[in-house]
Every structure is written in C-alpha cells, then in structure tokens.
C-alpha cells in the first residue's frame, strides 16, 4: 500500500488541495491539512460520498446479460457444407430484497390456503363418514342375516 498524501491526490484527480480538502470534511474525514496521509478506505468513503451527493447510484447492477454465440457446420448430400451459427442470450435480474420478500409472504399465504383446504375437505369426508356409519350398521341390524341352504 502506498502513502498518498492530501496533495499528492489533488494532483492525481487533478482538483485543488482547498476544494479537496473541504469534500473529504464534508465526508467526514478527519484531513485538514495538505500533507496528512490519506488511506485506501478513506478514499474510497470520499468516493462514496461524492457519488451520492451528486446523485449518482452507488448500487450494484440489477441486471446481467450473458450472450453465447456457437458456431458449427452442417454436411449436406455431397461436398456441400453450411456453416450455423446459434446466438444465445441470457439475462439474470438481482431481485431486491422487498421482492423476495413479498413473494416468500405470498408463498406462504398460498401454502396455508392449501392446508385449509385440505384440512376441510377431510372434515367433511370424516363427518359424511361418520353420517353413514350410523345408518349402514342400521341396515345391518335390520336385514336377517343370510342364511346358507344345504
């Protein structure tokens, strides 16, 4: 790691020692004179810092794009051959976490609709069940019991 001072870096990004000087207080750096030291984090939070306050996001990208291009030949009857080529794109979308989240929600709101459901078709099954016991074992007792002939 390399010493850089106060000075040193105006001269790199080529802005004056006051203005700089003034940005990383605004920061909140401790830097009030042009020969202190600045280290690699403290650039980065001024970096930081000027990237928001000029309004510029400090975000990841959302979004990737993966392109894939193959190319191959193809034999046709005789000496004839054709070159193909196959282009492939492919995007990924970083979702935020308030998206996952609302959809893990949702997921689990339709889950317990499921179990609802589920629990109170076989309720019902149960209490039809229990409905016909009563009258098939009436029937039962009511009918004679067959009776074998020799």
Do not use: C, W, Y
């Amino acid at each position: 790691m390399t010493q850089v001072t106060v000075k040193e870096l105006a001269q790199e990004v080529a802005a004056p020692v006051e203005r700089l000087l003034q940005q990383m207080r605004e920061a909140g750096l401790p830097h009030t004179d042009a020969g202190q030291v600045v280290t690699d984090s403290e650039k980065q939070a001024l970096l930081t810092h000027l990237k928001s306050s000029h309004k510029a996001k400090v975000e990841e990208p959302r979004k990737i794009t993966l392109q894939r291009k193959t190319t191959s030949t193809l034999r046709v009857a005789g000496s004839k051959s054709i070159s193909v080529e196959v282009r492939k794109k492919k995007v990924f979308v970083q979702r935020s976490p308030e998206e996952i989240q609302a959809e893990q929600k949702r997921e689990l709101e339709e889950r317990r609709a499921a179990e609802n459901a589920a629990r109170d078709k076989s309720e019902a099954e149960a209490r039809k069940r229990a409905e016909e016991s009563p009258a098939v074992s009436r029937l039962a007792l009511q009918r004679p019991p067959l009776q074998r002939q020799p």
